[in-house]
């Protein structure tokens, strides 16, 4: 019986529809037998993994999606073995009639904050210091390794520890002399201190120390005294503080000027009012008392709202700091406050 060209289309489009099926009942089959496997006897993971996975190291995977499984070399007939991790399924929400027609959301462009200035000062522990009390000495210099005069820049040199002081090969001290004294309140006397140079012990016999001289400030003298090492960070990130703080500049270090202007100085603000290294303040100028308009026998004082110029510190004490001058438009004096 020949068949009209209508009735071969059909039957091809029926055999076309019938190898779709069969195929997509095998893809189906395929992928639940994938997913979940019934062990017998004699298989391992090991097995498994190579058979499904075609990789046998695959084998912890396989061990991670069981959690049933408490020991990998131990499976038995009947379990179940996952293979694959299963299909997340899709949420269904119905999605609301406005939803659907707004507009898309508009993502804003994620803005990254810029990184804090940095400012290097690689001379920092040359800089001094203000101590309320003298500093407690670990030993005085006495000479140089030859016994030579302490009067140049040596290489090493040989300390006398104080009675009571432990000194190990490897502890870092520094040498210091006090400048002078400076008055911070009224009574209250503290010591403005220069630091001489770094040193680090490489031998000790009894009281006898022997050190290298790392770092040279000033010149190290004999009878110098010692005093344990502190060491501070030359990368300061600076910040401007923030915080109420009124101060003033107790002291100047003499020798370091930049433009006429004195660029170390020390004021009465240390770690207690929350100061630290980095912290950026303002300079102001105090103005000259004056009298009262309405009553000529008395004077008053202006706030010191004229601003001269700004500092950084460099390093902090209890109630003190070392700062350096960042610029400023007139002479820095002793007594000028300081504030945010």
């Known amino acids: 019986m020949k068949l009209t060209a209508s009735k071969r289309r059909i039957w091809r489009i029926?055999?076309?529809?019938?190898?779709?099926?069969?195929?997509?009942?095998?893809?189906?089959?395929?992928?639940?037998?994938?997913?979940?496997?019934q062990v017998t006897g004699g298989?391992?993971?090991?097995?498994?993994?190579?058979?499904?996975?075609k990789n046998p190291f695959l084998w912890p995977r396989v061990w991670a999606l069981n959690p049933t499984i408490q020991n990998p070399h131990w499976i038995y007939p009947g379990n179940k073995v996952r293979l694959k991790a299963p299909a997340p399924a899709e949420p269904t929400?119905?999605?609301?009639?406005?939803?659907?027609?707004?507009?898309?959301?508009?993502?804003?462009?994620?803005?990254?904050?810029?990184?804090?200035?940095?400012?290097?000062?690689?001379?920092?522990?040359?800089?001094?210091?203000i101590s309320p009390k003298k500093i407690k000495e670990v030993g005085r210099v006495l000479t140089n390794k030859d016994n030579t005069p302490m009067n140049a820049f040596p290489k090493d040199l040989c300390f006398?520890?104080?009675?009571?002081?432990?000194?190990?090969?490897?502890?870092?001290?520094?040498?210091?002399?006090?400048?002078?004294?400076?008055?911070?309140?009224?009574?209250?006397?503290?010591?403005?201190?220069?630091?001489?140079?770094?040193?680090?012990?490489?031998?000790?016999?009894g009281r006898f120390c022997f050190a290298k001289i790392l770092y040279n400030y000033t010149e190290i003298s004999k009878g110098d005294p010692i005093a344990r090492f502190r060491h501070w960070p030359e990368k300061l990130v600076i910040t401007p503080f923030k915080k109420p703080l009124r101060g003033r500049i107790l002291s100047m270090k003499e020798g370091c000027m930049m433009e006429g202007v004195s660029r170390i100085l020390y004021i009465d603000k240390g770690e207690a009012d929350g100061l630290h290294q980095g912290s950026k303040l303002s300079i102001?100028?105090?103005?000259?008392?004056?009298e009262n308009p309405y009553h000529p026998a008395e004077k008053v004082t202006p706030p010191p709202s004229h601003k001269i110029g700004s500092l950084l510190v460099l390093a902090t004490q209890a109630k003190t700091a070392t700062a350096v001058v960042l610029g400023s438009d007139r002479e820095v004096e002793i007594g000028d406050k300081v504030q945010p």
Not at 98 to 107: F, G, L, N
Not at 160 to 184: N, W
Not at 284 to 290: A, I, S
């Open 43 to 53: 298989d391992t993971l090991w097995d498994l993994s190579g058979k499904f996975l």
């Open 93 to 129: 929400r119905r999605i609301p009639q406005e939803a659907a027609s707004a507009r898309p959301k508009v993502v804003e462009p994620v803005i990254r904050k810029a990184a804090p200035p940095i400012f290097i000062y690689r001379n920092i522990h040359a800089e001094g210091f």
């Open 14 to 37: 029926s055999a076309i529809g019938f190898c779709l099926i069969i195929g997509l009942t095998l893809f189906l089959a395929l992928g639940t037998y994938l997913r979940a496997y």
């Open 160 to 205: 006398y520890a104080r009675e009571g002081q432990t000194v190990l090969p490897g502890d870092h001290f520094s040498t210091f002399t006090y400048i002078k004294e400076v008055a911070v309140k009224k009574c209250q006397k503290s010591y403005q201190i220069q630091l001489g140079g770094e040193l680090e012990v490489y031998r000790v016999e």
């Open 284 to 290: 102001y100028k105090d103005c000259p008392t004056v």
